[in-house]
């Protein structure tokens, strides 16, 4: 089913990493009628005022980019937070698209779904057969939850909900901040901010073991955008890049990229998470959709998003003058 051009979309989490490319991706295929809300004109944890939203926009189809999201420290640190955030955001926008007659819904969950030990590739049907990864259990239960809310309403209501899981995301107007972001961003900041200094050496966390899987939220966005054209299932489906990476030389090619000279310091008080989530994305594969962004093309890509005078918010100056040791 092909989006009509004039259909009434919403992106929930526009201004966030995956949202933001999913709002440029309909953009530049010039979708007329899109709805996005800062988090200070909607909050999504009221449920009210989601309800009156959705009177008011009437959307037609929505993209549920929006959630609580952090790297392994700030998903081990604030369980809480991400438990109740993401289960209240998107019980909110489900149950709310479902009573305002919401034609399709597109729910994104994480890689961090399935079981620490899972065998790999990770498979769809290896939801729920082992204990989860530890570290960030409680952001996995929440979006297991919004998986299995998108089935509920499906088979109770006849809701064409239907739900993506990526893998570890990257790209432009991503979180740079040091103890929240993800990896690959964090990494880019540490080593432009050594090489900016003249640092003899970068610290990065864990061993520098676990495999990752990186997809660049153009990818995703327009994996997004071909689902909700083409897929309609009570099945939810990975989202994946196809090949997978250490962290060891995942930092090493974002330091080549970055240009700095020094050398790598391995915190092993840091936990490395889990062991290895390569996602098996045959079952997209199988529907003719690819990524097209390598990862040294993303990185080179996000490393200049990084450069972008827009990206020093008060925060980052802050962190990067009070940071004189090793990064
Ligand atoms: O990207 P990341 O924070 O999350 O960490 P996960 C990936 C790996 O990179 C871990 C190591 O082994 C980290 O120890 N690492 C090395 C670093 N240096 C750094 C650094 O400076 N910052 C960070 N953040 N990591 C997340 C989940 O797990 O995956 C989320 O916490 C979500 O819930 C996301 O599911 C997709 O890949 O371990």
Same mark, same amino acid.
């Given at each position: 089913?092909?989006?009509?051009?004039?259909?009434?979309?919403?992106?929930?989490?526009?201004?966030? #990493?995956?949202?933001?490319?999913?709002?440029?991706?309909?953009?530049?295929?010039?979708?007329?009628?899109?709805?996005?809300?800062?988090?200070?004109?909607?909050?999504?944890?009221?449920?009210? !005022?989601?309800?009156?939203?959705?009177?008011?926009?009437?959307?037609?189809?929505?993209?549920? !980019?929006?959630?609580?999201? =952090?790297?392994?420290?700030?998903?081990?640190?604030?369980?809480?937070?991400?438990?109740?955030?993401?289960?209240?955001?998107?019980?909110?926008?489900?149950?709310?698209?479902?009573?305002? =007659?919401?034609?399709?819904?597109?729910?994104?969950?994480?890689?961090?779904?399935?079981?620490?030990?899972? &065998? $790999?590739? #990770?498979?769809?049907?290896? #939801?729920?057969?082992? &204990?989860?990864?530890?570290?960030?259990?409680?952001?996995?239960? !929440?979006?297991?939850?919004?998986?299995?809310?998108?089935?509920?309403?499906?088979? $109770?209501? +006849?809701?064409?909900?239907?739900?993506?899981?990526?893998?570890?995301?990257?790209?432009?107007?991503?979180?740079?901040?040091?103890?929240?972001?993800?990896?690959?961003?964090?990494?880019?900041?540490?080593?432009?901010?050594?090489?900016?200094?003249?640092?003899?050496?970068?610290?990065?966390?864990?061993?520098?073991?676990?495999?990752?899987?990186?997809?660049?939220?153009?990818?995703?966005?327009?994996?997004?955008?071909? #689902?909700?054209?083409?897929?309609?299932?009570? $099945?939810?489906?990975?989202? =994946?890049? +196809?090949?997978?990476?250490?962290?060891?030389?995942?930092?090493?090619?974002?330091?080549?990229?970055?240009?700095?000279?020094? +050398?790598?310091?391995?915190?092993?008080?840091?936990?490395?998470?889990?062991?290895?989530?390569?996602?098996?994305?045959?079952?997209?594969?199988?529907?003719?959709?690819?990524?097209?962004?390598?990862?040294?093309? =993303?990185?080179?890509?996000?490393?200049?998003?990084?450069?972008? &005078?827009?990206? $020093?918010?008060? !925060?980052?100056?802050?962190?990067?003058?009070?940071?004189?040791?090793?990064?």
């Amino acid at each position: 089913m092909e989006l009509a051009r004039n259909a009434r979309i919403y992106v929930a989490g526009h201004s966030g #990493l995956v949202g933001s490319a999913i709002w440029r991706e309909l953009h530049q295929r010039d979708f007329t009628h899109l709805a996005g809300r800062t988090h200070a004109e909607l909050d999504l944890l009221d449920p009210v !005022a989601v309800r009156e939203f959705y009177a008011r926009e009437k959307p037609e189809f929505v993209f549920v !980019a929006a959630a609580r999201v =952090g790297g392994i420290l700030a998903n081990d640190r604030r369980p809480a937070e991400f438990l109740y955030e993401n289960l209240q955001i998107q019980n909110n926008l489900i149950h709310g698209a479902w009573r305002a =007659g919401v034609k399709k819904l597109l729910f994104l969950g994480s890689s961090c779904i399935y079981p620490k030990h899972a &065998p $790999q590739p #990770l498979k769809e049907e290896y #939801l729920l057969t082992a &204990p989860l990864e530890p570290t960030n259990e409680w952001y996995a239960v !929440a979006k297991i939850a919004g998986l299995k809310m998108c089935q509920a309403y499906r088979r $109770q209501h +006849g809701c064409d909900f239907i739900s993506a899981m990526p893998t570890n995301m990257y790209g432009a107007n991503d979180n740079y901040d040091l103890q929240s972001s993800h990896v690959l961003p964090a990494l880019i900041r540490k080593f432009h901010e050594a090489k900016v200094r003249g640092a003899g050496v970068v610290t990065c966390w864990g061993t520098g073991a676990p495999l990752r899987e990186f997809l660049h939220a153009a990818d995703l966005a327009r994996a997004c955008v071909f #689902l909700m054209e083409n897929y309609s299932d009570e $099945q939810f489906i990975n989202v =994946g890049y +196809g090949s997978d990476i250490s962290i060891r030389a995942a930092a090493e090619l974002i330091k080549r990229i970055v240009g700095f000279r020094g +050398g790598i310091i391995w915190d092993t008080s840091k936990p490395d998470g889990a062991p290895r989530k390569l996602m098996d994305s045959s079952r997209l594969f199988a529907l003719g959709w690819r990524p097209q962004v390598d990862l040294e093309t =993303g990185l080179r890509l996000a490393y200049e998003d990084f450069l972008r &005078p827009r990206r $020093q918010s008060p !925060a980052h100056s802050v962190l990067a003058q009070a940071d004189g040791k090793a990064t």
